[in-house]
């Protein structure tokens, strides 16, 4: 997101600030005037209290429309639990959790690996001061690796699910990244199929968790989808068997008719979304912001943003359509800080669906967004640790922040090259040290099979590392 003065602003300052703040900026700007700095203490006004907006499943949950997601938790001294080691800010996550409840979420989603390993007993500490039927519980199966394959090994991430959780039953079980490709215990490269086959059908477990469902410990059976669409295309096929309760899908108005173009391994979640909605499947909604993307918008997204909602953040446009599709039934949402949870409940308190301007607002600006050579890098982490010791999701962080801010210039004769390739290699020293930068790939290919994106990790690093070569290469 771009000040008048051309400078970024993240998601978190501009709802400190407040929008009115913004607005009055950009319109004293466009009248030659000077902002007062009285409009620096505008507000957003308070959440309200009592609409939220709820969608109703098959089995009679009424479950908020916004899903508190807990793989960014909060860590003390700042910053979000699944960037960093520090210890996770218990007192702030439990004031979130307050917060939220007081505003009518309902709906709390995690898995094992979130917050490095950590969510899950978090939440289980933090929710035991709520009665169990006060709110709903969703976690995954997340066998990833080929030596919890087999059938005891899965059950037991499954017992440990509840036990850190603190509770007898699940409301919702996902089978978690199915249509991920990965390697066996020698090495072998498996398809997403195959991976799919070795992790819940050749063992038995999608048998064991489907008598657990019948005996009540799961309430809702289903699975979140990444990569191959075989394998969502199979899961589909096979409802009249296994009565799929849910899906979670990543879904959001640039991945809506541009997941393929943005990333080939992706599918479109307007196939995705159909596809679920013939059956009568509900929706759970993953990376409605695109992984951050889509709540710091380029000069042309927020333009025609706040021609009509000059208050709305860009996060906030983004939600209504995450939220806009009848058959989703919550929207997922890592809400690190307090404003983030703020805007977001206000967003859907209530939910106000899109107009067909609105809806050809969003479809303009994805179309514009999927012309950047951005790399689909969501932080999620499962890349890490590299072996050699980059630090991937920051290198591709920087990377896609420099294209956004016209950092990443390929004509040695444009007048904004010079300062281009300064703010790209300042940065770049600033955010990762030089022995973690992207020339030091070895091009090893560990991190492939973990990449939820299917990004050429590599390859990616290959290009970034001579790009950056040929800036030190250049006289200032």
């Known amino acids: 997101m771009e000040t008048p003065e051309g400078k970024n602003i993240t998601r978190r300052q501009f709802l400190k600030v407040g929008v009115a703040a913004v607005a009055a900026t950009a319109l004293a700007t466009a009248c030659g005037r000077?902002?007062?700095?009285?409009?620096?203490?505008?507000?957003?006004?308070?959440?309200p209290e009592g609409k939220m907006t709820y969608r109703t499943n098959a089995k009679g949950d009424r479950i908020s429309l916004l899903g508190y997601g807990s793989m960014r938790l909060p860590i003390v001294n700042g910053g979000s639990a699944r960037d960093g080691d520090g210890e996770i800010?218990?007192?702030?996550?439990?004031?979130?959790?307050?917060?939220?409840?007081?505003?009518?979420?309902?709906?709390?989603?995690?898995?094992?690996?979130?917050c490095k390993g950590r969510s899950e007993k978090v939440m289980g500490e933090v929710?035991?001061?709520?009665?169990?039927?006060?709110?709903?519980?969703?976690?995954?199966?997340?066998?990833?690796?080929?030596?919890?394959?087999?059938?005891?090994?899965?059950?037991?991430?499954?017992?440990?699910?509840?036990?850190?959780?603190?509770?007898?039953?699940?409301?919702?079980?996902?089978?978690?990244?199915?249509?991920?490709?990965?390697?066996?215990?020698?090495?072998?490269?498996?398809?997403?199929?195959?991976?799919?086959?070795?992790?819940?059908?050749?063992?038995?477990?999608?048998d064991f968790l489907l008598e657990e469902r019948a005996a009540g410990r799961i309430r809702n059976l289903g699975f979140s989808h990444h990569g191959d669409v075989e394998v969502f295309d199979r899961l589909l096929s096979e409802h009249d068997r296994y009565h799929w309760d849910v899906a979670l899908i990543q879904h959001n108005y640039v991945d809506w008719k541009h997941a393929r173009e943005i990333n080939p391994r992706n599918t479109n979640s307007e196939y995705l979304y159909g596809e679920l909605?013939?059956?009568?499947?509900?929706?759970?909604?993953?990376?409605?912001?695109?992984?951050?993307?889509?709540?710091?918008?380029?000069?042309?997204?927020?333009?025609q943003m706040k021609a009509r909602e000059p208050q709305s953040s860009p996060a906030s446009w983004a939600f209504r359509f995450a939220g806009n599709q009848p058959g989703i039934l919550s929207v997922f949402s890592g809400m690190t800080y307090m404003e983030h949870l703020q805007d977001n409940l206000r967003t859907y308190s209530p939910h106000r669906p899109l107009s067909d301007d609105e809806l050809a607002m969003?479809?303009?600006?994805?179309?514009?967004?999927?012309?950047?050579?951005?790399?689909?890098?969501?932080?999620?982490?499962?890349?890490?640790?590299?072996?050699?010791?980059?630090?991937?999701?920051?290198?591709?962080?920087?990377?896609?922040?420099?294209?956004?801010?016209?950092?990443?210039?390929?004509?040695?004769?444009?007048?904004?090259?010079?300062?281009?390739?300064?703010?790209f290699l300042v940065g770049y020293g600033r955010k990762v040290p030089g022995m973690r930068q992207a020339d030091h790939c070895i091009h090893c290919g560990v991190c492939l099979s973990h990449c939820p994106q299917g990004i050429d990790i590599p390859s990616e690093m290959g290009r970034i590392g001579g790009f950056t070569e040929e800036l030190k290469k250049q006289m200032i």
């Open 362 to 423: 969003l479809s303009d600006i994805a179309t514009v967004f999927a012309r950047f050579p951005e790399i689909p890098c969501t932080h999620c982490e499962y890349c890490m640790p590299c072996p050699y010791g980059l630090d991937i999701p920051e290198i591709f962080s920087h990377y896609n922040k420099s294209l956004r801010e016209g950092n990443v210039v390929a004509d040695t004769g444009s007048a904004s090259y010079r300062r281009a390739r300064r703010a």
């Open 127 to 206: 929710l035991a001061d709520y009665p169990r039927s006060s709110y709903y519980l969703s976690t995954k199966l997340s066998n990833f690796t080929p030596d919890t394959w087999g059938l005891e090994a899965s059950k037991a991430i499954y017992y440990n699910s509840l036990k850190s959780l603190r509770t007898e039953y699940l409301d919702f079980l996902l089978l978690h990244s199915c249509g991920m490709p990965g390697r066996d215990l020698e090495g072998h490269e498996l398809s997403g199929m195959q991976v799919f086959e070795r992790r819940f059908i050749e063992n038995g477990l999608l």
């Open 34 to 47: 000077k902002q007062p700095e009285s409009s620096e203490a505008a507000a957003l006004g308070e959440v």
């Open 277 to 303: 909605s013939k059956r009568g499947i509900p929706a759970f909604v993953m990376e409605p912001l695109l992984g951050g993307r889509l709540a710091q918008v380029n000069e042309f997204a927020m333009g």
């Open 89 to 114: 800010d218990i007192a702030a996550v439990k004031e979130q959790i307050a917060y939220a409840f007081a505003h009518g979420l309902n709906m709390i989603d995690t898995a094992p690996p979130y």
